[in-house]
């Protein structure tokens, strides 16, 4: 599948997700996302809503938070007015992301946002967690033709599936589900990768990993389970706080993990039982049959004489049943490897 030139069956696609870590600043979103691209981000995903696209400005108990997050005692319209992208900035920003060689896309939280970004032909969609049993949007969302990249975090089996489905009654088949742990930070006991592989055996798709744990621990993993897209909150500095600072990862923090997820999927490598020309020469520590001590000519081969060791010069140790009792053809000194043609 390709993500703009992206070929995920190559590559994990890493995705620095900025979100709300721009501080209302265009010149800090600029530098977050000049920083993601020095730090080897494939790519960079904004979020395009508004308090008003997202929620309504109400402050009773339904829309004040109150669940043991980071942002418990804020009502949703306050928190999204603080974290959202401004509309005007997506030509710029994701101008300026492909100026410097970046993917950028983002997630849509409403068909007016879905039709915004088509403006910009972005190469692909974000369904976040919470909006997975929106299926009216991802219908939407799913008839613009592009990858559409959905975040399980809250959903069930059944309604991972409805989600699934709903893009396939589009004719969208490009879907890549992505296992996520909707707890901000998350904790690493809590990410149940195996998940992700079920994900890919129960639905035929391609699978990833939205990741809000500390560190780069559970991305590596996900890498050797099988993620082809891995994305992760990125800040420029945490100095600059806001709704997602705690949770994100800094640059010097997102380049270990593109270095570690290129290491751990480069290890990956292939099934492979070749024996290359390095392998063979390793071979030569290997444990074989060794004369150990002098013997005369006709002398009988015992335990005591002939030993499995190292190197590997001799014959294969699985031979020795077939040497014991047997007589040597001639005289042969310790530390000679055994041969056929010394054994009568």
């Known amino acids: 599948m390709l ?8 590559k994990v696609l890493i995705i620095a997700e900025m979100s709300a870590n721009h501080g209302h600043d265009i010149t800090i979103a600029k530098d977050t996302i000049k920083a993601a691209k020095e730090a080897g981000a494939d790519a960079i995903k904004l979020q395009t809503y508004t308090a008003d696209t997202i929620t ?11 669940q043991g997050t980071i942002w418990d005692g804020r009502t ?24 410097l060689g970046l993917i950028c896309f983002s997630s849509p939280f409403d068909q007016s946002a879905v039709d915004f970004l088509e403006k910009f032909d972005v190469p ?17 969302i799913a008839s613009k033709g592009k990858p559409i990249i959905i975040s399980t975090g809250i959903a069930t089996l059944g309604e991972i599936d409805d989600a699934v489905q709903a893009c396939k009654r589009i004719g ?6 992505l296992k996520c742990t909707s707890a901000y930070p998350a904790k690493i006991e809590d990410a149940n990768l195996l998940t992700m592989q079920n994900l890919k055996e129960t639905f ?15 991305p590596i993993v996900s890498v050797a389970l099988g993620a082809r897209v891995i994305e992760k909150h990125f800040i420029l500095d945490k100095s600059i706080g806001g709704p997602d600072a705690s949770f994100s990862m800094d640059k010097e923090e997102f380049k270990l993990l593109v270095d570690s997820v290129r290491d751990a999927e480069e290890s990956l490598g292939t099934v492979n039982y070749e024996l290359t020309e390095k392998k063979i020469k390793s071979r030569e520590f290997s444990r074989s049959l060794f004369v150990v001590e002098d013997i005369k000519e006709g002398e009988v081969f015992t335990n005591g004489n002939v030993r499995s060791i190292r190197p590997g010069y001799g014959l294969k140790p699985q031979h020795i049943k077939f040497v014991l009792g047997k007589k040597a053809r001639q005289d042969i000194l310790k530390g000679t490897p055994l041969s056929w043609d010394i054994i009568m």
């Open 3 to 10: 993500i703009d030139k992206f070929d995920i069956s190559k």
């Open 56 to 66: 309504i400005n109400c402050d009773n108990e339904y829309f004040r938070l109150d």
């Open 76 to 99: 949703l319209y306050d928190l999204y007015q603080e974290a959202y992208t401004p509309w005007e900035w997506h030509e710029e920003l994701i101008d300026y992301a492909y100026e």
């Open 124 to 140: 692909a969609y974000k369904v976040a967690s919470f909006e997975i049993t929106d299926l009216p949007l991802i219908e939407y």
């Open 172 to 177: 969208n088949d490009q879907v890549i589900l």
């Open 204 to 218: 035929n798709v391609e699978v990833g990993l939205s990741d809000h744990t500390l560190g780069v621990t559970v």
